[in-house]
Structure formats: structure tokens, C-alpha cells
Nanobody, 125 residues
Framework: QVRLVESGGASVQAGGSLKLSCVVA???????MAWYRQAPEKEREGVAV????????FYAGSVKDRFTISLDKAKNTLYLQMNRLKPDDTATYYC???????????????????WGQGTQVTVST
């Protein structure tokens, strides 16, 4: 059974930094891993993706140059380093891994996905 567990969410002031972690268990292989977020009353959106094969990242325009996605294969852990946080970054952040046949497409995973339970990030002015 595939399990993704996020941690690291918190309340911070604008301009601050946070690092989210996602520990993955039970996943034998995937072509794409990602971070998504969902703000209240908004649709879930892709934030960043990474291809485990070559660690190639892709970011949504709203977070490019502020966020960094990375993967530690030895620890089966996906990270999202978030710098220069803004109030608009307030959301529940979800870790996702592509299922069989899924792949990275811009800042999203196309196809079936496994999801974590989410971790809350709140950025205040």
C-alpha cells in the first residue's frame, strides 16, 4: 500500500521560509512526484514537480525562483523549500506521486496519483 506523509507546515510571517517534507512508503516506482496546494474555496493547483529519474524540476510561475523541490531517494523523501513566502501562498500543501502510466506535465502530474493528507501553511502580513 502506497503511503505519503507530509510534515513541516506552520504559520509564518510574509518573507519567511519553510521546508515541507513528504515521506513515501510502499511505492516501487513512479515517473513523477509533485507538490500541490489548495487554498480555501479554490481548486487544487500544481506547485512543482520532479522526475525521479533525473531530478528535473518544473515550477508554477507563481513560485518560480522562490520554491525549490528536491528528492532524497535514499530517504524516500520529497521536499519543498519555500522562501520569500507571501500571504497568497497560504494553503494546504499536498504531496503527490504518479501512479502507473502517470507522468509530469508542466507543474502537474498527468494520470492517476497517490496523495498525502496535506499540511497547512499560513502566511501572515
Amino acid at each position: 500500500q502506497v503511503r505519503l506523509v507530509e510534515s513541516g507546515g506552520a504559520s509564518v510571517q510574509a518573507g519567511g521560509s519553510l521546508k515541507l517534507s513528504c515521506v513515501v512508503a510502499g511505492l516501487t516506482s513512479t515517473r513523477c512526484m509533485a507538490w500541490y496546494r489548495q487554498a480555501p474555496e479554490k481548486e487544487r493547483e500544481g506547485v512543482a514537480v520532479i522526475t525521479p529519474r533525473n531530478s528535473y524540476p518544473f515550477y508554477a510561475g507563481s513560485v518560480k525562483d522562490r520554491f525549490t523541490i528536491s528528492l532524497d531517494k535514499a530517504k524516500n523523501t520529497l521536499y519543498l523549500q519555500m522562501n520569500r513566502l507571501k500571504p497568497d501562498d497560504t494553503a494546504t500543501y499536498y504531496c503527490a506521486a504518479g501512479g502507473p502510466g502517470a507522468y509530469c506535465s508542466d507543474e502537474r502530474i498527468k494520470g492517476d496519483k497517490y496523495w498525502g493528507q496535506g499540511t497547512q501553511v499560513t502566511v501572515s502580513t
